[in-house]
């Protein structure tokens, strides 16, 4: 128990200096925990590189997702359960380049999983109770 971190929030600084870090071990396969130790082991490896995949790649795409990119996920999450029917998760690590390569944008895992999950949210919200009931029912 005593290794277990509290979950702390990237300030500035720490934006700043994993940015300068991840210049310097860019090639490194464990550059993550190297990053870690260099900044005092205030966050873990996973923090570190969670932190850099969606919120400080240079190249990433900070902007909220056009109606055109909307699609697209819809349209590739259909695909991608048709093809996988027994895959109760969706790989949005394989969207990601999908998504590069037809936008010239980099988007992150999260963006994508936010986008996808709130817009579930949205629909469950429109459906009227006494149709889930009848539903039910049936």
Same mark, same amino acid.
């Given at each position: 128990? *005593?290794?277990?971190?509290?979950?702390?929030?990237?300030?500035?600084?720490?934006?700043?200096?994993?940015?300068?870090?991840?210049?310097?071990?860019?090639?490194?396969?464990?550059?993550?925990?190297?990053?870690?130790?260099?900044?005092?082991?205030?966050?873990?490896?996973?923090?570190?590189?969670?932190?850099?995949?969606?919120?400080?790649?240079?190249?990433?795409?900070?902007?909220?997702?056009?109606?055109?990119?909307?699609?697209?996920?819809?349209?590739?999450?259909?695909?991608?359960?048709?093809?996988?029917?027994?895959?109760?998760?969706?790989?949005?690590?394989?969207?990601?380049? *999908?998504?590069?390569?037809?936008?010239?944008?980099?988007?992150? *895992?999260?963006?994508?999983?936010?986008?996808?999950?709130?817009?579930?949210?949205?629909?469950?919200?429109?459906?009227?109770?006494? *149709?889930?009931?009848?539903?039910?029912?049936?």
């Amino acid at each position: 128990m *005593e290794n277990q971190r509290t979950r702390k929030p990237f300030s500035k600084e720490d934006n700043d200096t994993l940015i300068n870090l991840m210049k310097k071990y860019i090639n490194d396969p464990c550059r993550y925990k190297k990053i870690s130790q260099e900044m005092g082991n205030k966050f873990t490896s996973k923090q570190i590189r969670q932190r850099w995949l969606n919120h400080c790649q240079d190249r990433l795409n900070k902007g909220t997702l056009e109606d055109n990119e909307k699609s697209f996920i819809i349209d590739w999450v259909e695909k991608y359960r048709s093809q996988n029917p027994f895959t109760a998760t969706i790989s949005w690590k394989k969207l990601i380049p *999908e998504m590069e390569n037809s936008f010239g944008k980099l988007f992150s *895992e999260s963006q994508l999983k936010n986008y996808w999950h709130s817009r579930g949210r949205q629909k469950r919200k429109k459906i009227n109770p006494l *149709e889930i009931y009848d539903l039910i029912k049936r």
